[in-house]
C-alpha cells in the first residue's frame, strides 16, 4: 500500500528531527538588524505624536479631510481594510511605517521565508508559510527543500480523506466512519474548531454531504468527553489524535479515555488502527500509544503549534470540506503570503493592521482588542485569534532576553455580532476604557434569508459610527431629553475602530484572513523585539499541576505549597470525601 509506505518515511524523517532537537547550552545570536523599537528616531516622534494623538478627535479628523476613508483604506485580494477609525493622521501613519523599516522588519520578513531560524530561543525556523505553498516551490530548511515533504504529506491526507468521506474506509466491524471526533488542544484545536465552524457550508464537495458529525474534545475536563461522545457509536467514530509533542497532558488523558470508550464496544485492541489516527510530530509516541505510523500524518517542529492548521493538524478541516476544500484555504493563505511579502508597505494589509494595532497598544495606551466578526460562521474566530495574538505575543523579555521597555501583545477578545451588542458593547461605548475594535463581515452572505444581511451590515456599520462619533450631551438635549438624563444618554465616541469587509466568505476567503492575522503578528512581534514563535510563559503550570494530581488522589507523600493552595487541596480531598 503506497499510503503506508509514505507514512513510514514520513514518521521516520518526523522522529528524526525531534531526536535533532538543538542544544540550548549556547545563547541565540540575535541579528543586529533586529533594533529595539525605543532605540529608533521614529520610536521617538511617534512618543511626541502620541500628545497630539491623545486629544485628537475623529470627528475633527474626518471633518477635515472629507476624504479620510479612502485616505486610510486598503483593498486587496477580496478584503477592504478601512482604519480611518483610528486616532491617527498622515504623519502618525508615516512615522508608523518608518519605525517598521527601522526595527528591520522587511529584512525579518525575508529571514522567515529563506527558512532562517528566526525562533531563537528553540533554535528553530519559522516556515507555517512553506505548508501552503504550491508543488514546484523551493523553500529549504538547513538546506532541504521542504516543499516536497508538506505535499507528500497533502497528498496521504487527501487520500485518506477522500476513503473516510466515500464510505471505503471501514471501521472495525465494517460499518462507514459517521463521526469524526480531533483530539487536540491550543493549536491542535482551535485552528480546526474554527475552520470547522467556518467551512461547514463547504462540506457538500468531493462526492461527500453533511451528514457526518464532527466534534473537538479539547478539556481535560471529563465532561468534555463525556459530552461530545455520549451520542456517538464507537463502531462508526474515528478519532484524530492531533499533538505535535504528542505529550500534553490534556490530549494524552482524552486519547486514552477515546481508546477505553472504543475498546469497551469494539473488544479488540486491533480496532485502534481502524478508529484512531494521528496528527504529530512525534511517531516514537504515536507508537508508543498503539497507532500505526501509517496512520500517521506528520508535520515538522518548523511549524508552530498556533501556525499549525494548515499542516496535518487541518486533517479534521480536510474531512469536513474536501481536499478540494482544503487546498483552497492553502491557496486563499498563500495568496496573503505573497501580497504580505509584495505589496508596498502602505497598502499591505497585515503591515498596516499591525501598525494601527501597535499605535493604539503603546502610544494611546489601550490595553485590549475586540474581534467582532458579524458573521456567524466565524464564531470561533476570536478565540482562534486569542491563541495566536496573545500566546505569540504576550512576552515581556526580547530576543537577548533583556525586559522589555514597551507594551506588548493586548489582550484579544469577542463574540461576533450582533450578539455582543446584547452583551458588552455597553462597556465598549460607555466604560472607562476604550477598546479598539476589528468589525469582520462579508458583503455577500452565502445564505441570503429574506432581509438578514442588510440588517447585520446595518448593525456593523452602526457600532463603528458610533464609537467613532458619540452623542454629545447637545445632541442629546435636542432630542428633548431631561438634563438629569443627559449624562446617561451621552456617548463619548472617539473610539477606534477597523473595518474589514470582505466579499464572501468561501475556504479561499477564510485562508485570506486567517494569513492575514498570522502576519500582522509577525510585524507587531518584530517591532516590539519579541520571539513570537515560543511560549515558555505556559510551561510554569504544567509542571506544578503534574506535581498536584497524585496530592489530589491521595499518593503523594508530602505536599509543600502556600496555605492557600493546601487549604484548597485539603477542601478539595474532603469533598471528594478522601481521607485528611
Ligand atoms: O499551550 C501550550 C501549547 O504548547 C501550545 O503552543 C500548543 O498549541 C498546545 O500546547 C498543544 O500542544 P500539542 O500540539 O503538542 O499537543
Redesign the pocket.
Given at each position: 500500500m503506497a499510503a503506508k509506505k509514505t507514512g513510514k518515511v514520513t514518521a521516520t524523517k518526523s522522529a528524526k528531527r525531534v531526536a535533532n532537537t538543538p542544544s540550548i547550552a549556547s545563547a541565540p545570536i540575535v541579528p543586529s538588524w533586529h533594533v529595539a523599537p525605543d532605540s529608533t528616531r521614529a520610536w521617538k516622534t511617534l512618543k511626541k505624536l502620541s500628545v497630539r494623538g491623545k486629544q485628537a478627535q475623529l470627528r475633527t479628523l474626518f471633518a477635515k479631510d472629507r476624504k479620510r476613508g479612502d485616505t486610510f483604506s486598503a483593498n486587496a485580494l477580496g478584503i477592504h481594510l478601512d482604519y480611518a477609525k483610528n486616532l491617527i493622521d498622515g504623519v502618525t501613519m508615516d512615522a508608523l511605517h518608518a519605525l517598521a523599516s527601522e526595527c528591520g522588519v522587511a529584512r525579518h520578513m525575508k529571514a522567515m521565508f529563506a527558512g532562517e531560524h528566526i525562533n531563537l530561543t528553540e533554535k528553530r525556523a519559522v516556515l507555517h508559510v512553506a505548508l501552503r505553498a504550491p508543488k514546484g516551490a523551493v523553500i529549504k530548511v538547513d538546506g532541504e527543500n521542504v516543499v516536497p515533504l508538506v505535499h507528500e504529506v497533502l497528498d496521504r491526507m487527501s487520500a485518506f480523506a477522500q476513503r473516510v468521506r466515500s464510505g471505503s474506509w471501514k471501521g472495525f466491524t465494517g460499518k462507514r466512519i459517521r463521526a469524526v471526533v480531533n483530539i487536540?488542544?491550543?493549536?491542535?484545536d482551535l485552528g480546526p474548531v474554527m475552520a470547522y465552524e467556518a467551512l461547514k457550508n463547504f462540506s457538500e464537495r468531493d462526492a461527500a454531504d453533511r451528514s457526518m458529525v464532527f466534534r473537538f474534545v479539547s478539556n481535560v475536563d471529563g465532561e468534555d468527553f463525556y459530552e461530545k461522545t455520549r451520542d456517538l457509536n464507537p463502531e462508526e467514530t474515528l478519532f484524530i489524535v492531533?499533538?505535535?509533542?504528542?505529550?500534553?497532558l490534556e490530549?494524552m488523558t482524552n486519547a486514552n479515555t477515546a481508546r477505553a470508550w472504543s475498546l469497551a464496544k469494539l473488544k479488540n485492541p486491533a480496532a485502534v488502527a481502524k478508529h484512531f489516527v494521528a496528527v504529530s510530530t512525534n511517531a516514537a509516541e504515536v507508537s508508543k500509544f498503539g497507532i500505526d505510523t501509517a496512520n500517521m500524518f506528520g508535520f515538522w517542529d518548523w511549524v508552530?503549534?498556533?501556525y499549525?492548521m494548515d499542516s496535518a493538524i487541518g486533517l479534521s478541516t480536510m474531512l469536513a470540506v474536501g481536499p478540494t476544500g482544503f487546498s483552497e484555504m492553502l491557496a486563499g493563505m498563500h495568496d496573503m503570503d505573497e501580497h504580505f511579502r509584495s505589496a508596498p508597505a502602505k497598502k499591505n494589509l497585515p503591515m498596516l493592521m499591525a501598525l494601527v494595532g501597535l499605535w493604539n497598544r503603546e502610544f494611546m495606551g489601550f490595553g485590549t482588542v475586540a474581534v467582532l466578526p458579524y458573521c456567524q460562521y466565524l464564531s470561533r474566530f476570536s478565540a482562534y485569534l486569542q491563541?495566536l495574538e496573545m500566546?505569540s505575543n504576550g512576552k515581556q523579555v526580547q530576543l537577548d532576553g533583556t525586559p522589555v521597555r514597551w507594551e506588548t501583545s493586548p489582550v484579544i477578545w469577542g463574540e461576533p455580532g450582533t450578539n455582543g451588542q446584547h452583551a458588552f458593547y455597553q462597556m465598549i461605548h460607555q466604560g472607562t476604557s476604550p477598546v479598539p475594535c476589528d468589525f469582520i463581515a462579508f458583503a455577500r452572505p452565502l445564505h441570503d434569508v429574506d432581509v438578514h444581511h442588510d440588517i447585520l451590515i446595518a448593525n456593523l456599520l452602526a457600532q463603528g459610527e458610533a464609537l467613532a462619533f458619540g452623542k454629545t450631551p447637545q445632541e442629546v438635549r435636542a432630542e428633548g431629553t431631561p438634563s438629569w438624563l443627559v449624562p446617561h444618554r451621552t456617548f463619548p465616541g472617539n473610539r477606534p475602530s477597523n473595518t474589514l469587509l470582505c466579499e464572501q466568505l468561501s475556504p479561499r476567503m477564510l485562508g485570506r484572513l486567517i494569513a492575514l492575522y498570522e502576519h500582522k503578528v509577525f510585524v507587531q512581534g518584530s517591532i516590539w523585539r519579541v520571539n513570537s514563535f515560543d511560549?515558555w510563559g505556559?510551561e510554569l503550570g504544567k509542571v506544578l499541576a503534574k506535581n498536584i494530581i497524585p496530592e489530589l488522589s491521595g499518593s503523594a507523600k508530602k505536599p509543600n505549597h502556600d496555605s492557600s493552595t493546601q487549604g484548597l487541596i485539603s477542601r478539595y480531598r474532603a469533598l471528594r470525601g478522601r481521607a485528611k
Open positions: 487536540g488542544i491550543g493549536g491542535s492531533s499533538s505535535k509533542t504528542f505529550t500534553t490530549t508552530g503549534g498556533r499549525s491563541q500566546e511560549q505556559v
